[in-house]
């Protein structure tokens, strides 16, 4: 069996990470699917997800290292007009931090729980914001 | 207060009421892989940017393309809406025979502020008799006009309607009219920088990042293309913040600004004090 759930979150800064274990069980609890796994992928090139601990300090490590890796300012290709959008293309480092971060998770389900370790917690991980994203959650088992 | 003088709101929800109309208006803009968005997501991006206010432009060009893509109701509907974040202006396709009557609608009905012109788009020269009336309207009403200037990315759109010296002849013939020359003029950026110099009604808005990161364009137009004392020492009072929204984020923009070596007074008079001035808005 698949069941298939799309939730939508509104970033507030031009990085931000968006705590979304919460809606994960959600959509877990509403499914009939008790055992299998959990799909989690976002429908974005500047956006992630992220597993990791809910920590503001761990949370401040990671955009301080995201931005020391991908600086916001150096000599980006994509910063050029792009007729295809009628636009610059002014987020080339948050296409890169997305590349860093990957589309998605995977969370084993097992008896009608995900199967995330204490300290683990899925985020959103925004990397253009502010913009409304969306996340694809896809249960896929029994 | 924080003003950002150049929006074009082409993919505000509330207007954006089907989808024939979104292509009309993103094939007559020029612009493509954009889609609505609510008003909240305007909100929260000004709130992050530190904007306090946005002066919204319309476009018609009904003589070309059979209607306005963006309306002054439509304008008007979104100030409405949020009067407190939103400045409209009002716009007029100037081959139309009722111009003049639209925009007595616009200013006394509508409540509109001002008027955006865009004679690369709408194919008028500035300095055409024919457009005095309007400019004369303008000036009755106390109304600023914000004039497309330089390079356009919109498709039909033509560079010699817009060089800042045409411009200058309705500086002079109209000392009471504020102007704004949008896009700094682009890529006739000294020139632009004659006119704002000498004419104390004319002022020029940053809504321009033709290449580059905005950082990067704004430094090799402010500080290289321009001598790096004219803004400080001349045209302090001239330069309006403008993003061109949606074609760039006003963080980006206003951010791309901020990075200037400019002094703190400077910088305030850019980013909104000189707006102030521009649209009347001075208790």
């Known amino acids: 069996m698949v069941e298939f759930i799309k939730i939508q979150k509104c970033s507030e800064k031009e990085f931000e990470l968006i705590k979304i274990t919460d809606d994960i069980r959600a959509a877990v609890n509403g499914s009939k699917i008790k055992n299998g796994m959990i799909f989690v992928v976002v429908a ?11 920590l503001p300090c761990l949370e401040k490590d990671i955009e301080t ?4 890796l991908v600086p916001l300012h150096k000599n980006y290709a994509h910063s050029h007009f792009l007729p295809s959008y009628g636009a610059i ?10 590349m860093l971060a990957g589309n998605h998770c995977a969370i084993p389900l097992i008896d009608g729980k995900p199967m995330l370790g204490m300290a683990q917690d899925v ?6 914001g502010v913009q409304m994203r969306t996340v694809m959650i896809e249960i896929l088992g029994e | 207060m924080i003003i950002d003088v150049h929006v074009h709101p082409a993919f505000y929800n509330p207007i954006c009421p089907d989808a024939e109309r979104i292509t009309k208006r993103k094939t007559v803009m020029g612009y493509d892989l954009m889609s609505p968005f609510p008003l909240d997501i305007v909100r929260k991006q000004m709130r992050f940017a530190g904007i306090d206010k946005l002066v919204l432009l319309p476009e018609d060009t009904t003589t070309l393309d059979g209607e306005a893509v963006l309306s002054n109701e439509e304008i008007a509907t979104l100030v409405r809406m949020e009067p407190e974040r939103f400045i409209g202006f009002a716009s007029v396709d100037p081959h139309r025979d009722d111009a003049l009557d639209i925009l007595e609608h616009a200013f006394s009905v509508q409540h509109l502020r001002g008027l955006k012109l865009h004679p690369s788009k709408q194919q008028f020269y500035p300095n055409d008799p024919k457009m005095f009336p309007i400019y004369e309207l303008c000036a009755r009403h106390n109304v600023p006009i914000t004039f497309h200037c330089g390079l356009s990315w919109q498709p039909d759109t033509y560079l010699k309607y817009a060089h800042p010296y045409l411009f200058e002849d309705i500086a002079i013939r109209y000392p009471q009219l504020r102007i704004n020359l949008a896009h700094l003029g682009f890529p006739w950026v000294v020139e632009t920088a004659a006119i704002i110099l000498k004419y104390p009604n004319v002022y020029a808005d940053t809504a321009c990042c033709y290449m580059d990161c905005p950082e990067q364009f704004f430094e090799q137009l402010f500080l290289r293309q321009m001598g790096p004392l004219w803004v400080e020492h ?6 309006l913040f403008g993003s061109n929204n949606p074609r760039f984020r006003p963080a980006r923009i206003k951010r791309g600004l901020e990075s200037l070596p400019f002094s703190e007074e400077t910088m305030g008079k850019i980013l909104g004090g000189n707006a102030v001035k521009f649209l009347g808005l001075e208790a």
Request: a negative charge; glycine letters at 10%; proline letters at 3%.
């Open chain 2, 234 to 239: 001349n045209l302090a009072d001239k330069i």
């Open chain 1, 123 to 128: 985020y959103l991980a925004e990397f253009d």
């Open chain 1, 89 to 98: 293309g002014g987020n080339a480092p948050g296409h890169l931090k997305s």
């Open chain 1, 65 to 68: 290292s995201l931005e020391e």
């Open chain 1, 44 to 54: 974005h090139t500047t956006a992630g997800i992220m597993v990791n601990e809910s």
